[in-house]
């Protein structure tokens, strides 16, 4: 099997052998595309579980620990399920990043527009199906689902947020800004002098996009990380803390206690049962 791109239709058949076997929550290491088209999902991610019914579009990014439950609706069950190496289509999967930094899975709306989805999803199978499939007329063909699918959430959040190009622009510079620092104890100052913006201005942009202060969506990004360490490293609270820029355990405590109800350890001993 190609370790850069793959390809499959999970029909009934398949939902019900998944629903049979163990489904415990897992890591990847490659992104995960799946395009619904009928029938649903409980989706355990993000450490939290999300119900969502076709049709839809998830992205889970490679490492994110996750845990997918199909759900036959009406004897019905239709979802492709694409995983590929970020390289494949660095600059395309880049609009992955930023759409679904924060909610991985997206409801869309039917139609002919949703449907050219699924034809595309068609073409690359067949591709793939080739003794010798052209991997460059599958990166082209995924890149184009991709810009479809972005196209298409676009549409289905028309009216609803009324976010204007420059305002997108600004917000995924600064996820990209954010990704490279959200180690260190920097604040909202700093992401704004690097946009050249005042905090006020930034933290307005982000609470027309997302709802959430600058400070939030930081805090956000680095439990998130912490919650990842703590459920798949050995790394001790203190360790994690440390890396994630605080500098005493009892303060990297008490917020990780503040935003998920938990404190590390507690969260820690939760995941390990749910492992096993």
Not at 7 to 21: F, P, Y
Not at 148 to 170: L, P, W, Y
């Amino acid at each position: 099997m190609n370790r850069l791109f793959r390809i499959s239709k999970i029909g009934v058949a398949e939902a019900t052998r998944i629903l049979a076997t163990p489904n415990e929550p897992h890591q990847h290491d490659n992104e995960t595309l799946i395009i619904g088209i009928e029938g649903a999902l409980e989706h355990f991610v993000d450490f939290k579980t999300t119900p969502i019914e076709a049709p839809l579009v998830s992205f889970i990014a490679k490492g994110k620990v996750h845990r997918l439950t199909p759900v036959i609706k009406d004897g019905k069950f239709s979802m492709w399920v694409i995983r590929f190496n970020s390289d494949f289509i660095a600059e395309t999967a880049f609009h992955l990043y930023n759409t679904y930094h924060n909610k991985a899975n997206q409801l869309l709306r039917r139609g002919k527009r949703f449907d050219r989805l699924n034809c595309i999803c068609e073409m690359i199978q067949k591709e793939m199906d080739e003794a010798s499939p052209d991997l460059s007329i599958v990166s082209h063909l995924l890149s184009a689902l991709i810009i479809m699918i972005e196209s298409e959430r676009k549409q289905a959040n028309t009216g609803e947020d009324g976010i204007n190009d420059i305002q997108n622009e600004t917000f995924i510079n600064f996820l990209n800004i954010l990704e490279e620092n959200f180690r260190r104890p920097l604040g909202v100052d700093f992401y704004a002098q690097k946009l050249f913006m005042t905090s006020r201005n930034l933290n307005n942009i982000c609470q027309n996009i997302i709802h959430q202060s600058v400070s939030e969506i930081i805090d956000t990004r680095k439990l998130t990380e912490a919650k990842t360490l703590l459920a798949t490293t050995n790394k001790s609270v203190s360790e994690i803390g440390f890396e994630l820029g605080f500098n005493e355990k009892s303060y990297f405590s008490n917020v990780f206690k503040k935003k998920s109800g938990q404190t590390p350890t507690e969260f820690r001993e939760e995941m390990k049962k749910l492992f096993t």
